[in-house]
């Protein structure tokens, strides 16, 4: 539901299950206009809740998927010289060539800088990036401006976006990045949340069903030598595939025999251990 | 306000800097937080940046509004309640033997130390399984040591009434598995390891290098001249070699498995074998130790600029380090004690770690620990060690 009143209150959306502690951060980093720094293990749902605020504000949400080659200009702008060329050749465009502002293009963090509203901009995965990206762009959301070089134009935000940040934390940042953000970390979800989780993804999911899928799940979670353990989405699609089976009985997973364990294992070697480990269950 | 709370993070370790305060009280001015549960989330998101801090930042909350008893954070509030515990249960030998499942006869064959090993051992075990509960104590409901009350961890919480809910929650500890104490999980160890690449030229000159041609380009007026350089790859070379006998080591099995799952993903060069104990003649390739046997006298022959780790826990009697015929297995008594070997292959490589999963506060109470540290430069298996046993392997370039 939008909120016109400012500050925007987030109680989370329909497809997402927020807990209490989680909307009392995201409230504070809003109103303390502070980028939101959010790691956990994948399938937590840091990049949803994203998705989640933008939906429950009515803001457009503009994502930036980080990657480790990405400099940060391509994130504010790109000058697109080729185009340029191009005209200044044959000259079939209503462009004019001697303008380089027409050829200056957004990036997503630019676009998300003259949107005219507010906007909900994700930056997911940011510690794929080097350290040098990490610190320039936040000097960026904290001044709230960037130059475009090329035609020595500073772009000022027209409003402060909502900045999510995401990380897998597969390296640490650096101090002066988490200095300007604020952190939280999404712990994986208990069993009671997960139950939560599930209902709103499936209401008419019977209650033995819902019980027996989700204490089976976190059995398999703890199997011995697992890589990467299934999470939240794996659940779902597991369980997607359980409803859709005529032949799935639900008294099967209490007596171990557990069908479709490639949704929950991806890895070949997971895969193969969690065969194993689950036929142990059935004695 | 809360400048004390401040304070006694800071001390305890949480690396919070004065902006980030200033902008709590930010937070406080805007009316953002009203009641006790909300000062704990609101201050915990903007004060503490890592989840590995989170315990401890629990810990103190709880200290700072509820009088909680503020442990020492060097855990060695652990081994002397530990000590106590053991000193009670001494008066009833039946009653402990079976609550750490051994025999009584076995127990009273240890030593006071190595019993207290073997029962802080129990409660690391316990401490990692925190969340999974299948390990013995706790659970089942046979041990006493889940029923006394004891808190493993050095909070004690009993007799307090607990009835505002932030410092409930705080009480709770949920985060004790980031804390930097915790055993290691996969990813931590990645971070660490990641530091071991060494990434050199080789190959095909294949990759256009951009800075160089255009600088080529200009000196050149404005004729084009291309600059190619050979791709980056990695080509550092690890030897790991791993104890994986004896019930010693059997505490360790997920950490070193972890540890070598994640290198055998990290590096493309990388040889795993496994010993018993210590090294004498042979080591082995197959983990049942019995149809692979490399020579150690081979291994050394090896690229003496591959890094060597060692996994053990260095904890044996001291015969079989010394003497020269002091392998348990009979096979490999070749005359060489188990020493000339150690010193053989930490001179032949000389960057060499051993990480000893044991805590380092209990390796004094080993000799054979003092005796192989003094030959490799010995880390804790945990974060901070391996950190720094990376660091070490990395020094000497």
Not at chain 1, 130 to 150: G, K, N, P
Not at chain 1, 180 to 191: G, K, L, S, Y
Request: proline share 5%; charged share 25%.
């Amino acid at each position: 539901m939008p909120h016109e009143s400012s500050p925007p209150v987030f109680e989370g959306a329909s497809k997402y299950v927020l807990d209490e502690e989680l909307a009392k951060i995201v409230n504070i980093s809003i109103a303390l206009e502070m980028p939101l720094l959010l790691k956990g293990e994948p399938g937590t749902g840091k990049t949803m809740l994203a998705h989640a605020i933008a939906t429950s504000q009515n803001m457009r949400l503009i994502v930036l998927n980080v990657k480790s080659s990405l400099k940060l200009v391509d994130a504010l702008y790109q000058y697109d010289t080729l185009t340029r060329l191009n005209d200044s050749r044959f000259g079939d465009s209503k462009r004019d060539v001697s303008n380089i502002e027409e050829y200056i293009q957004m990036g997503k963090i630019g676009r998300a800088f003259v949107a005219d509203s507010r906007v909900v901009l994700l930056i997911d995965e940011i510690d794929k990036a080097d350290t040098d990206f990490q610190d320039d762009m936040l000097d960026v959301l904290d001044q709230m401006e960037f130059d475009i070089i090329e035609i020595d134009k500073t772009i000022k935000a027209k409003n402060r976006p909502v900045i999510i940040i995401t990380s897998n934390s597969k390296k640490d940042l650096s101090d002066p990045f988490l200095g300007r953000c604020n952190f939280h970390h999404i712990a994986f979800p208990d069993p009671d949340m997960m139950r939560m989780i599930i209902k709103v993804h499936f209401p008419e999911l019977d209650n033995e069903l819902l019980d027996i899928a989700v204490k089976t799940f976190y059995k398999l979670r703890d199997f011995q030598g697992i890589e990467k353990k299934p999470a939240t989405r794996e659940l779902i699609n597991w369980v997607r595939a359980l409803k859709k089976d005529p032949d799935f009985r639900p008294k099967d997973l209490i007596q171990g025999k557990i069908p479709y364990l490639g949704i929950l294992f991806k890895k070949s070697s997971d895969y193969q251990l969690s065969v194993q480990q689950s036929r142990r269950l059935r004695s | 306000m809360f400048v004390d709370f401040f304070y006694i993070l800071r001390e305890s370790g949480v690396p919070v800097a004065p902006t980030s305060f200033l902008r709590l009280h930010k937070a406080l001015a805007l009316g953002l937080v009203n009641g006790l549960s909300d000062f704990y989330t609101a201050a915990r998101t903007i004060l503490v940046k890592s989840e590995r801090y989170f315990d401890i930042y629990d810990r103190v909350f709880a200290h700072f509004f509820q009088g909680a008893e503020l442990p020492d954070f060097k855990g060695v509030d652990l081994e002397i309640a530990a000590k106590e515990l053991l000193e009670e249960w001494l008066k009833h030998p039946e009653e402990m033997a079976n609550a750490l499942g051994i025999s009584k006869e076995k127990m009273q064959a240890m030593t006071p130390e190595e019993l207290l090993k073997y029962f802080l051992d129990r409660l690391k075990e316990q401490t990692e399984a925190h969340h999974g509960g299948s390990r013995w104590i706790g659970t089942g409901g046979t041990s006493p040591v889940g029923h006394s009350g004891y808190h493993p961890g050095g909070m004690r919480v009993g007799g307090q009434s607990l009835h505002k809910s932030a410092i409930k929650v705080a009480m709770d500890r949920r985060y004790r598995d980031y804390s930097l104490e915790a055993p290691l999980t996969q990813a931590q160890m990645g971070e660490a390891l990641k530091r071991l690449r060494r990434m050199v030229p080789v190959g095909p000159k294949d990759q256009i290098n951009i800075d160089d041609t255009i600088r080529a380009t200009t000196r050149n007026a404005g004729e084009i001249e291309i600059v190619f350089d050979r791709s980056l790859r990695d080509r550092l070379k690890v030897i790991l070699l791993v104890d994986n006998g004896g019930w010693s080591m059997d505490p360790y099995i997920d950490l070193v498995q972890t540890l070598f799952n994640y290198t055998r993903s990290q590096f493309k060069d990388v040889k795993i074998f496994y010993f018993h104990n210590t090294i004498y003649d042979f080591v082995w390739e197959d983990p049942p130790r019995r149809y692979k046997p490399q020579r150690v006298q081979d291994l050394a022959t090896w690229d003496r600029q591959s890094r060597l780790v060692v996994v053990g826990d260095a904890s044996m009697a001291p015969y079989e380090l010394m003497a020269t015929d002091g392998s348990i297995h009979i096979e490999e008594r070749s005359g060489l004690p188990s020493i000339d070997r150690l010193n053989l292959l930490a001179q032949t490589f000389q960057r060499c770690v051993w990480l000893n999963p044991t805590a380092y506060r209990l390796w004094s109470l080993t000799r054979t620990i003092g005796v192989i540290s003094s030959i490799f430069p010995m880390f804790e298996l945990t974060l901070d060690g391996l950190d720094r046993a990376v660091t070490h392997l990395m020094s000497k370039n």
